[in-house]
């Protein structure tokens, strides 16, 4: 017998070598619809989701939710008969506004949560009942708001004392629920808050203590501006900031468009890209144009906002590549070759 073979019968917990472990197979990726968010999540075009935590941050009305539930979306699209796991403690989405994104209301299950001991105490009960094989995704909207049942029961008892138990639970919830996400293949989308820092060079962080950053695989920091035509505001620029990616690589910057009229543009964020590769290029101010295309149509920047002109410039291996050595970390679970 092997010095290997000897040791996997050793101790109590079952073994096999890394190269026959199912955990390092490549993993079922969730694609979305929208090609810059795939690269936020894996650093590839037609990439995705992978299992484990995503975090999203960012101030109120920065369309947190929204890309949760693009991802969410994708993944029962892509499962028929896979369920989402939706605790709710900001009570703001409705069914009408789910269908929207293309959910199926009732493969999702609704989880009303009031305090972080309840979401914690019930989604570590029902990742010990979850399966090897279940398709399940997890949606959490969202942490950064919810109290501690500390918090609540000494308002009720009139006592003003600073609640010290919060950022303790919020960690232990992430330690109980990071490994079986991981072990099992679940996908796990939370919400989360953020504040500035008190340093002399603040910067962002999410709020409820160091737990989320060091268990998610990904934490996003949405940023957003304004767009406008002329003096009207027709929407806003988001920006997906990477703080941390075991995929991507970290501090890089995605930017997608959404607006009133259209919702979320499914091609936004690639037009620069595009530039910077040399895909595209500018004849003229305000025009753009393909380049080494049979196409020598000169089109206005809104007029590229379309499968049409996509599906050329996305089937070119040298664009996918350049996205590719461009954002993604060499470990990343890429779709591709």
Same mark, same amino acid.
């Given at each position: 017998?092997?010095?290997? &073979?000897?040791?996997?019968?050793?101790?109590?917990?079952?073994?096999?070598? *890394?190269? !026959?472990?199912?955990?390092?197979?490549?993993?079922?990726?969730? !694609?979305?619809? *929208?090609?810059?968010?795939?690269?936020?999540?894996?650093?590839?075009?037609?990439?995705?989701? /992978? %299992?484990?935590?995503?975090?999203?941050?960012? %101030?109120?009305?920065?369309?947190?939710?929204?890309?949760?539930?693009?991802?969410?979306?994708?993944?029962?699209?892509?499962?028929?008969?896979?369920?989402?796991?939706? #605790?709710?403690? !900001?009570?703001?989405?409705?069914?009408?506004?789910?269908?929207?994104?293309?959910?199926? +209301?009732?493969?999702?299950?609704?989880?009303?949560?009031?305090?972080?001991?309840?979401?914690?105490?019930?989604?570590?009960?029902?990742?010990?009942?979850?399966?090897?094989?279940?398709?399940?995704?997890?949606?959490?909207?969202?942490?950064?708001?919810?109290?501690?049942?500390?918090?609540?029961?000494?308002?009720?008892?009139?006592?003003?004392?600073?609640?010290? +138990?919060?950022?303790?639970?919020?960690?232990? #919830?992430?330690?109980?629920?990071?490994?079986?996400?991981?072990?099992?293949?679940?996908?796990?989308?939370?919400?989360?808050?953020?504040?500035? +820092?008190?340093?002399?060079?603040?910067?962002? *962080?999410? /709020?409820?203590? +160091?737990?989320?950053?060091?268990?998610?695989?990904?934490?996003?920091?949405?940023?957003?501006?304004? &767009?406008?035509?002329?003096?009207?505001? *027709?929407?806003? =620029?988001?920006?997906?900031?990477?703080?941390?990616?075991?995929?991507?690589? &970290?501090?890089?910057?995605? %930017?997608?468009?959404?607006? #009133?009229?259209?919702?979320?543009?499914?091609?936004?964020?690639?037009?620069?890209?595009?530039?910077?590769?040399?895909?595209?290029? @500018?004849?003229?101010?305000?025009?753009?144009?393909?380049?080494?295309?049979?196409?020598?149509?000169?089109?206005?920047?809104?007029?590229?906002?379309?499968?049409?002109?996509?599906?050329?410039?996305?089937?070119?291996?040298?664009?996918?590549? #350049?996205?590719? =050595?461009?954002?993604?970390?060499? /470990?990343? %679970?890429? @779709?591709?070759?």
């Amino acid at each position: 017998m092997s010095l290997l &073979e000897e040791f996997k019968t050793a101790g109590i917990i079952k073994s096999v070598a *890394v190269s !026959e472990s199912e955990f390092f197979t490549p993993k079922d990726l969730i !694609e979305t619809d *929208v090609p810059i968010i795939n690269v936020a999540l894996s650093g590839a075009l037609d990439g995705g989701l /992978s %299992p484990g935590i995503l975090s999203i941050g960012g %101030p109120s009305r920065h369309f947190k939710s929204n890309l949760g539930l693009v991802v969410v979306s994708a993944f029962m699209k892509k499962h028929p008969k896979g369920i989402c796991l939706f #605790f709710d403690s !900001e009570f703001g989405t409705t069914p009408e506004y789910l269908q929207s994104h293309g959910i199926d +209301t009732s493969r999702m299950l609704h989880l009303p949560i009031t305090n972080v001991e309840l979401l914690k105490n019930d989604l570590v009960a029902k990742l010990e009942k979850i399966k090897d094989g279940d398709e399940i995704i997890i949606f959490i909207d969202s942490v950064g708001n919810l109290a501690s049942s500390k918090e609540i029961n000494d308002s009720l008892e009139n006592k003003n004392t600073a609640d010290m +138990t919060r950022s303790k639970v919020l960690k232990s #919830f992430y330690r109980m629920i990071t490994p079986s996400l991981n072990l099992k293949k679940i996908p796990c989308v939370i919400v989360q808050h953020v504040y500035e +820092t008190m340093e002399m060079f603040s910067k962002q *962080v999410m /709020s409820g203590g +160091t737990g989320g950053m060091l268990s998610s695989n990904i934490v996003w920091f949405i940023g957003r501006s304004q &767009e406008k035509q002329g003096t009207d505001l *027709v929407g806003y =620029n988001f920006t997906i900031n990477i703080e941390k990616s075991r995929f991507v690589r &970290e501090k890089s910057k995605l %930017p997608f468009q959404v607006t #009133f009229e259209h919702g979320i543009n499914k091609w936004g964020g690639l037009l620069e890209l595009a530039i910077e590769s040399g895909h595209v290029i @500018k004849p003229s101010n305000g025009r753009y144009q393909k380049a080494n295309s049979k196409d020598d149509k000169k089109y206005f920047e809104k007029d590229t906002n379309n499968k049409d002109f996509w599906e050329e410039i996305l089937a070119d291996k040298t664009f996918y590549d #350049f996205v590719k =050595n461009k954002y993604q970390l060499s /470990s990343a %679970p890429f @779709k591709g070759e």
